[in-house]
């Protein structure tokens, strides 16, 4: 089962009855897998604007004396962060469990961050499995937990252990079919000042309560009794065991493995640092226990050395190479294995790049194009999204890039700042996501510059999960589709367009029309480039929905100069023979190609 199958499994099994969320890797599967049985066990499962008001969704029903999940990725804790911090004044009825999904080495995240820091600061207890088995228990374990506190409950997990597969013991699914019951204790809800003082000082003896209720805790275990010591967490363990039984040391350190990470369980920490006298830390990201470690020796007055980052690396993925090596320094053993070994034959490096036929890649194309003619310097925020690929060359169409919604208010600033066309570019769901307060400040603290919406219908990034523009929901309903035209107007866009991105010249004179707006400081200018995920049109071409007129070369009018390729870097186009050959699996017929190639040498194919 999959790590985030494994999490949806144990709420389930737990009874949850509500589960939300906003798509981002690496935790989307979570929320989708509960999707799927949603209908069958009676919860309620959505995809929400953003983590924000997922996070508000699921703290509705555990006010309600109903279990709830909401997930996010780490970065989307951020966002849910204003509600977090005083959700954990309020406390909850029925169980709430938040899951973070770390995304240590930035494989498909703006940053490299450890949400473990959330646990003292918001003053939430936080939880971390070491795999799939684990994950699926400790979920039940929180949810009771959760209840039994009264608290909201955190579970950190990070990417290897969210896409890694292990088989699971299952226990039986619930259907509760309870119904949510609001009881009115105003007092006790309302976080004004006069309360919210009240609820601080009863949170503070809470997460006391908690740490004695964790420091016995099933998923905290020690095991040897050498003067040595090694501490690990999360998927480290699993990596630590591994790199033992390589050592063949086993039996010459004592292991304390933690699953409970805040509060730290003090008692277990401090009897298992009895008598030792070197205790390694393994951990993932930041020395986030062995700073707990190291301040429990100093009121132990203990001479037990603690290491941690000294031996394990601080930046990026912890992989079991690097807590072999870490360890075996540690323990001073010679390592007999090489730490990577080299392939006999490496694929050749690949620059990332967007899909063959991608709406964005016409749009950013069309922006330089209208940049070009109006003979402008422009500066070019963007956001997160696949679009983040128009960074690289041919396009380089993107200067700065932060998080969910900050193309617009970025955009804000350097137009204001600078006086130069700024032309911003953020996805359909971004826009709803965290884009719209941006764009009224526009209005309101008046700033003119072009925003461009690139609305493919859905969040292409994370998986094709729905968006408020796609019509349809998470629970399959149909919906009322919100249209960014609609909501760029109420915002006080006076200039809006909407354009087909495969329609070149249309795109380009919106874009230059946008410009000239802008350039008489009349507001921001927004363009909406609309036209479906380039993978959902192959897909509906599959599936006989839709005939595709794709693109071939004329080999007598092509002359080789790669100008397609060079203008354009569709992975679709491909060197031939010193001429260029078109990838019919791939290529959706965009007609990008066609309209940048100098000799008229690309044609119209058929199906």
């Known amino acids: 089962m999959l790590g985030n199958e494994a999490i949806a499994r144990g709420a389930v099994e737990a009874g949850v009855q509500a589960a939300t969320g906003y798509p981002g890797t690496p935790s989307s599967e979570i929320i989708e897998t509960l999707a799927a049985w949603s209908k069958d066990y009676g919860i309620y499962v959505e995809w929400s604007t953003n983590e924000k008001v997922a996070l508000e969704v699921a703290l509705a029903a555990a006010y309600c004396n109903l279990r709830a999940l909401v997930a996010m990725k780490h970065v989307g804790v951020n966002v849910a962060s204003d509600t977090l911090f005083t959700a954990t004044y309020t406390g909850v009825k029925g169980g709430l469990v938040l899951v973070s999904a770390d995304d240590p080495s930035c494989h498909s995240s703006q940053n490299e961050q450890d949400n473990r820091l959330y646990g003292p600061h918001a003053y939430i207890p936080v939880l971390e499995p070491s795999s799939p088995q684990e994950a699926k228990d400790l979920i039940i374990y929180s949810f009771e937990s959760s209840e039994k506190f009264k608290m909201p409950i955190m579970v950190r997990t990070t990417t290897r252990l969210n896409h890694s597969r292990g088989n699971v013991k299952l226990g039986p699914l619930?259907?509760?079919?309870?119904?949510?019951?609001?009881?009115?204790?105003?007092?006790?809800?309302?976080?004004?000042?006069?309360?919210?003082?009240?609820?601080?000082?009863?949170?503070?003896?809470?997460?006391?309560?908690?740490?004695?209720?964790?420091?016995?805790?099933?998923f905290n275990s020690v095991c040897g009794e050498s003067n040595i010591g090694v501490v690990a967490s999360g998927l480290a363990y699993e990596y630590v065991m591994e790199a033992?039984?390589?050592?063949?040391?086993?039996?010459?350190?004592?292991?304390?493995?933690?699953?409970?990470?805040?509060?730290?369980?003090?008692?277990?920490?401090?009897?298992f640092l009895e008598g030792k006298e070197k205790v390694l830390v393994i951990e993932e990201l930041e020395p986030f226990i062995e700073n707990y470690v190291k301040s429990f020796c100093c009121d132990l007055d203990s001479k037990t050395k603690v290491y941690g980052k000294a031996?394990?690396?601080?930046?990026?993925?912890?992989?079991?190479?690097?807590?072999?090596?870490?360890?075996?320094?540690?323990?001073?053993?010679?390592?007999?294995?090489?730490?990577?070994?080299?392939?006999?034959?490496?694929?050749?490096?690949?620059?990332?790049?967007?899909?063959?036929?991608?709406?964005?890649?016409?749009?950013?194309?069309a922006i330089k194009l209208a940049v070009k003619k109006r003979k402008v310097d422009a500066i070019y925020p963007s956001d997160i999204g696949c679009y983040g690929l128009g960074f690289y060359p041919p396009l380089e169409a993107i200067d700065v890039s932060l998080c969910m919604g900050s193309s617009i208010g970025l955009a804000c600033g350097l137009a204001k700042f600078t006086g130069k066309v700024v032309i911003a570019t953020i996805g359909d769901s971004t826009f709803m996501h965290a884009g719209i307060p941006a764009l009224i400040?526009?209005?309101?603290?008046?700033?003119?510059?072009?925003?461009?919406?690139?609305?493919?219908?859905?969040?292409?990034?994370?998986?094709?999960?729905?968006?408020?523009?796609?019509?349809?929901?998470?629970?399959?309903e149909k919906v009322k589709i919100?249209?960014?035209?609609?909501?760029?107007?109420?915002?006080?866009?006076?200039?809006?367009?909407?354009?087909?991105?495969?329609?070149?010249?249309?795109?380009?004179?919106?874009?230059?029309?946008?410009?000239?707006?802008?350039?008489?400081?009349?507001?921001?200018?927004?363009?909406?480039?609309?036209?479906?995920?380039?993978?959902?049109?192959?897909?509906e071409s599959r599936d006989g929905k839709i005939k595709l007129v794709k693109r071939s070369i004329n080999l007598e009018k092509c002359i080789g100069c790669m100008a397609c390729i060079k203008l354009t870097g569709c992975p679709a186009l491909l060197p031939s023979n010193e001429k260029v050959s078109i990838d019919k699996m791939t290529c959706t017929g965009c007609g990008l190609c066609e309209e940048v190639c100098p000799y008229d040498a690309i044609e119209k194919s058929g199906g």
């Open 174 to 218: 619930l259907k509760v079919g309870k119904k949510g019951t609001f009881e009115k204790k105003p007092e006790e809800m309302s976080c004004l000042p006069a309360n919210a003082r009240k609820m601080r000082l009863r949170l503070i003896n809470t997460i006391r309560l908690v740490e004695e209720h964790f420091d016995n805790s099933p």
């Open 244 to 271: 033992l039984e390589t050592l063949k040391a086993k039996d010459e350190v004592s292991l304390l493995k933690l699953s409970t990470l805040y509060p730290l369980p003090k008692k277990l920490v401090t009897s």
């Open 311 to 365: 031996f394990i690396p601080l930046v990026g993925e912890l992989t079991p190479s690097a807590v072999l090596e870490g360890l075996a320094k540690f323990l001073n053993k010679k390592l007999e294995c090489k730490r990577e070994q080299k392939l006999a034959v490496e694929a050749p490096p690949r620059p990332p790049v967007l899909c063959a036929g991608c709406p964005h890649r016409s749009t950013f194309y």
């Open 441 to 476: 400040n526009a209005t309101f603290n008046p700033s003119s510059f072009v925003l461009v919406i690139l609305d493919n219908g859905l969040v292409a990034m994370t998986g094709h999960q729905p968006s408020p523009v796609s019509g349809v929901n998470l629970m399959g």
């Open 482 to 539: 919100i249209l960014p035209e609609n909501l760029a107007t109420a915002c006080g866009a006076s200039f809006c367009k909407v354009v087909d991105p495969y329609n070149l010249e249309e795109t380009v004179s919106a874009i230059i029309e946008a410009i000239d707006h802008v350039q008489k400081g009349l507001g921001p200018a927004v363009v909406i480039s609309r036209r479906k995920c380039a993978l959902t049109l192959l897909r």
